[in-house]
């Protein structure tokens, strides 16, 4: 390596000579010494594959396979250490005619490719917290890599990075929610800037969370479909479904468990909203929402069931069959009172309250009474769709939440996507032995 230098005798600073250490570097050092690898690569195959030297050979083009140097051609490739440029060689078939590149061949790059997945990887990672505007600008100002927003916009929409597969997935429960979110309106398609997301994921035993998807655009019927088709031999994937209450949602997904639990936090929220509707002022509804919360509030004991005594168990189904009377009771109360929607409201959720109960005392099923664990997902898909950005196009809307929540559910199949596509086998070994001033 040929490095030229001039500083001041009459002095200089350390953080001068940092600061130009690291634009020279990040300019033309890096990106020239693996410049430089790949061409030392590029003439070892060429010359093996001339010469017909045993090694490694492209694909077969004909029976006889003989090569001769044809032309070079210039390359370049965009990655997070700089551009990337060479000259890679062209060889023609003697016999076929057919022209090889032996270095894209050997890296498997493909024909149109200008980037590196690393790259992709960084940009993908940077525009899912902010802004394809802010992420282009930081790209730039932290990391030296100059990718306009566009750029960076068209690379996520190609990728494949918020693929989810769903097939053979079994949990215990599953979470489905939904949120707005300002999408790119279409007046001579009739279609509003009110876009709805909706987003699916399971939880196991050992508290493993797994990802269904993010849909925008899609019934929950749709959605139901998309994560396990019908069939004549149709098995529920989840034990047990946990809803905030939608019709829809409840309806949509209840093929895919065994049962459903209506989310208490959501009930007695809502409940409010009801009462208000009814004509109720505050402190009344503040009281009887505390006298929900109150009668649906039952802990199930923290030992494994099979450590509960019988007395113990036969204690709760009390409590169960007391709450459900307590229940019915309100409503009597509510209907004497003239709170018709409140009414309606608790008469319908009734049946789905005390599921995680049921579950627990048939088959030890420790399952929550709350829908939280998904609602901090969506707190974070709001965040992004909502706080940062609007205008998404469906698709566009549904790719970034996969990303999302693919990311934070499941960090581990993340990382393991990205070092199957950057093929991080341990191939490649580089070791810094130092520098000398001569």
């Not at 003989?66 to 700089?82: A, L, Q, V």
């Not at 009462?275 to 923290?302: C, F, H, N, T, Y």
């Not at 969506?378 to 950005?389: S, T």
């Amino acid at each position: 390596m040929e490095l030229v230098g001039c500083v001041s005798d009459s002095g200089f600073s350390l953080d001068e000579l940092v600061t130009r250490t690291k634009e020279l570097f990040a300019k033309d050092g890096m990106s020239g010494v693996v410049g430089l690898i790949l061409s030392l690569v590029d003439e070892r195959l060429s010359v093996d594959l001339v010469s017909g030297r045993p090694g490694w050979r492209p694909n077969a083009c004909c029976d006889r396979c003989r090569y001769e140097h044809c032309r070079r051609s210039d390359r370049r490739f965009r990655t997070s250490i700089g551009t990337v440029r060479i000259q890679w060689r062209i060889l023609r078939c003697t016999q076929c005619g057919r022209h090889v590149v032996p270095l894209r061949e050997f890296l498997q790059i493909k024909r149109y490719q200008s980037k590196a997945a690393e790259l992709e990887r960084i940009v993908t990672e940077v525009v899912s917290e902010q802004s394809y505007r802010r992420s282009s600008q930081h790209l730039q100002l932290i990391g030296d890599v100059p990718v306009p927003k566009s750029t960076a916009h068209r690379w996520v929409v190609q990728s494949e990075c918020d693929e989810i597969r769903t097939d053979g997935k079994s949990v215990d429960i599953l979470f489905g929610d939904g949120t707005g979110y300002k999408r790119r309106p279409n007046v001579n398609a009739g279609i509003d800037n009110r876009g709805e997301l909706r987003i699916a994921l399971g939880v196991t035993t050992e508290g493993t969370v797994l990802p269904f998807g993010a849909w925008s655009g899609r019934t929950w019927d749709e959605i139901s479909e998309a994560i396990a088709p019908r069939s004549p031999d149709e098995r529920p994937i989840a034990k047990m479904l946990m809803t905030d209450g939608e019709p829809a949602l409840a309806e949509g997904l209840a093929r895919l468990a065994n049962g459903a639990q209506r989310c208490h936090w959501h009930m007695v929220h809502q409940l409010g909203y009801k009462m208000w509707k009814d004509g109720v002022a505050k402190e009344d509804r503040r009281q009887m929402q505390k006298s929900l919360a109150g009668i649906i509030g039952i802990e199930i004991p923290d030992n494994d069931l099979e450590v509960v005594s019988a007395e113990d168990k036969a204690n709760l189904e009390e409590r169960t069959r007391d709450a459900k009377e307590k229940t019915e009771q309100l409503i009597r109360e509510f209907r004497i009172r003239g709170y018709r929607k409140a009414a309606e409201y608790i008469e319908n959720a009734k049946s789905r309250l005390f599921t995680y109960i049921q579950f627990w005392l048939s088959c030890g099923l420790v399952s929550p009474r709350a829908s939280s664990m998904i609602e901090r997902m969506m707190r974070e898909i709001g965040r992004r769709l909502k706080r940062i950005a609007f205008g998404w196009s469906e698709a566009g809307a549904a790719k970034m939440a996969r990303i999302i929540i693919k990311r934070i559910t499941n960090a581990g199949e993340w990382t393991t996507y990205w070092q199957q596509r950057l093929r991080l086998d341990g191939n490649v070994v580089l070791i810094y032995s130092g520098t000398t001033a001569t």
